[in-house]
């Protein structure tokens, strides 16, 4: 292989501490005693990456999706004047993903030039004081500034994850870490009703609704802190890893694909990635789930109150179906990863999403039915989405197509977001006709998007297979000028 492709960094900038260790001793075969070595480097990295990064996108998710407690703790009569038709509140929640769908591209391509521990560690500070300065909101101009804020950077954060997962984790592993990541985001919801059902009972000077987004917001910048000091650098250049253990992870992060070493970024590639048509078919599929999950994250305590419930009970009652949705989405990643398929998982359980919004919409006076079929619904959108992410995390090829492809399919079903927050006005409460008819349209769109996705990477691996025969999946291949079009690349179906 040809090794001038890799851009050389300056190894002062590393510090103290690091063995020189060259490009090409990183990536010449292991040793046949390696899988000893490699499983204890997979415990080593899961220990200190996994718990840093999903407990931050616990509060990362918190944050951003606290309105919906917000709302029944007294938000709109304190900030938004009654808000009577619910169209404030709406602009509020939809807020934060202006800025986040505008700039999760360039942050994401921007953060491959960046110290992944400084980058994620910082992003996650500032979302952190965005987050808290909604306590203080005394008007909708000041909650919408806070939420602006917020999506912005939690754009940096997300993407960037995702890329970092590649960094360290093979194909056959990155599903369920993913999956662990993003679970968080189902403990989110039934931690995040949990503490708002405690604080709902809490007798204090300020508002509880204010209390609330305190608690929720001044962790975030703790873990940033904690963040900077704690999450390994690039494979090849970590302090975390011994010259060995870095010989080993670039091995695993070459594996049916080829990383880069330092801080580069394609631009051929990031072209590539703004005209690949699965990038696109991608987004699709992400606009339906994004927009089920943000209806969920908003409106779930809303929508389990129209079943007859109090306030504080309704938020107690968010609990199960978010807590089942993190079984499930483990469940189904895992099952991704030792299977090697994503296409007709996402394709169930998009369409189990989808069901739960039929059941909504076809039965709407049995209590204990609608309240079943909320579980339908956060299992499958949630599963759904840890899906795509680790089913775009390898099939890009390289890592600024993955820089850029992610953020794309991202950004196109942020918007999604934005629709899921306008779904459900109080003037068509209890019944919400139109928001289940969208978001059960919108998941169903999304399993025939998957099964033509995973369709087209089958026939495509065919195709190279009979033209370049079946490589080995533990191979490194090129993939610094052709990305995911290389001959010896293999998609994940």
């Known amino acids: ?272 990635a703004f005209q690949d048509w699965r990038i696109y078919v991608g987004g699709v599929i992400y606009f339906g789930l994004n927009c089920a999950l943000a209806s969920l994250s908003a409106f779930l305590p809303t929508i389990i109150g129209t079943m007859g419930h109090e306030n504080a009970m309704a938020q107690l009652m968010t609990v199960p179906p978010y807590a089942i949705a993190g079984f499930v989405l483990m469940v189904a990643s895992y099952s991704s990863d030792r299977l090697q398929i994503r296409g007709p998982l996402l394709v169930c359980t998009s369409t189990i999403g989808g069901l739960g919004y039929m059941i909504l919409l076809g039965v709407p006076h049995q209590q204990d039915v609608r309240y079943g079929a909320t579980f339908l619904i956060t299992s499958g959108t949630y599963s759904s989405i840890g899906l795509v992410n680790a089913w775009f995390s390898h099939n890009l090829g390289s890592e600024t197509k993955r820089a850029a492809g992610i953020p794309l399919y991202g950004a196109i079903g942020q918007i999604g977001g934005i629709l899921g927050s306008h779904l459900y006005p109080l003037t068509e409460g209890p019944a919400y006709t139109s928001g289940f008819t969208v978001s059960a349209f919108l998941l169903f769109l999304a399993a025939l998007c998957a099964l033509l996705l995973s369709v087209s990477f089958r026939l495509d691996n065919m195709q190279r297979d009979q033209q370049y025969g079946k490589p080995d999946p533990d191979d490194m291949v090129d993939t610094s000028e052709l990305a995911d079009k290389a001959p010896g690349f293999r998609y994940v179906p």
Not at 1 to 10: G, L, S, V
Not at 50 to 68: T, V
């Open 1 to 272: 292989m040809d090794f001038d492709h890799y851009e050389h960094r300056d190894r002062r900038q590393d510090g103290p501490g690091i063995e020189e260790v060259s490009e090409i001793d990183l990536l010449i075969p292991l040793d046949l005693d390696s899988e000893a070595q490699e499983r204890r480097l997979l415990r080593k990295l899961d220990k200190r990456i996994l718990p840093i990064l999903c407990l931050l996108y616990l509060f990362a998710y918190l944050d951003r999706s606290n309105l919906g407690n917000a709302r029944l703790q007294g938000l709109p009569g304190d900030v938004l004047g009654g808000d009577p038709t619910g169209v404030l509140f709406d602009w509020v929640n939809s807020a934060f993903f202006f800025t986040y769908i505008l700039l999760q591209i360039p942050f994401t391509v921007l953060s491959k030039y960046y110290n992944p521990r400084l980058w994620i560690g910082c992003s996650a500070i500032l979302w952190g004081i965005c987050s808290t300065s909604m306590a203080t909101a005394h008007t909708f101009t000041g909650l919408m500034i806070s939420r602006l804020g917020l999506g912005t950077f939690e754009a940096a954060f997300g993407g960037a994850v995702v890329l970092y997962f590649s960094f360290y984790y093979t194909k056959a592993e990155c599903g369920t870490r993913i999956a662990y990541w993003f679970g968080f985001a189902a403990v989110a919801g039934a931690f995040g009703g949990l503490i708002a059902y405690g604080i709902q009972h809490v007798k204090v000077s300020i508002a509880n609704w204010r209390l609330l987004f305190l608690l929720e917001g001044m962790p975030t910048m703790l873990l940033g802190l904690i963040c900077l000091f704690i999450l390994p650098d690039r494979p090849e250049s970590t302090k975390f890893l011994t010259a060995a253990e870095r010989k080993i992870a670039i091995s695993r992060m070459n594996r049916g694909t080829s990383g880069d070493f330092g801080a580069v970024v394609r631009r051929s590639h990031v072209i590539a």
